[in-house]
Nanobody, 123 residues
Framework: VQLQASGGGLVQAGGSLRLSCSSS????????MGWFRQAPGKEREVVAA????????HYSDSVKGRFTISRDNRRGAVYLQMNNLKPEDTAVYYC?????????????????WGQGTQVTVSS
């Protein structure tokens, strides 16, 4: 499975960005998907995750109420709508595809990763 993330960029605090992740195989459409981020000097952390049909989602406490994860299985895509961005959201954002259909929030359980897209929020 190859994943391609896009949509990052530079935005002012309070602004919005929408990240997209497309997969090369439809099998990813039947599995969990997640967005993770890694800031310089910090460990990779989960931002949001979604199960195979979108019925279960998870958000980290730091983004809850501001970010929304969604997916379109017909297109093999997952999205992350990010609103009210803060400087502390600055990081490289990665999408990941899992092996199971259930909700997965642990990075080590995701075998497939995209290349990452940079999000920079200025104050």
């Amino acid at each position: 499975v190859q994943l391609q993330a896009s949509g990052g960029g530079l935005v002012q605090a309070g602004g919005s960005l929408r990240l997209s992740c497309s997969s090369s195989r439809r099998t990813a459409s039947n599995n969990s998907m997640g967005w993770f981020r890694q800031a310089p000097g910090k460990e990779r952390e989960v931002v949001a995750a979604i199960n195979w049909n979108g019925g279960s989602v998870h958000y980290s406490d730091s983004v809850k109420g501001r970010f929304t994860i969604s997916r379109d299985n017909r297109r093999g895509a997952v999205y992350l709508q990010m609103n009210n961005l803060k400087p502390e959201d600055t990081a490289v954002y990665y999408c990941a595809a899992g092996r199971s259909s259930g909700l997965v929030t642990t990075a080590s359980l995701y075998p497939h990763w995209g290349q990452g897209t940079q999000v920079t929020v200025s104050s």
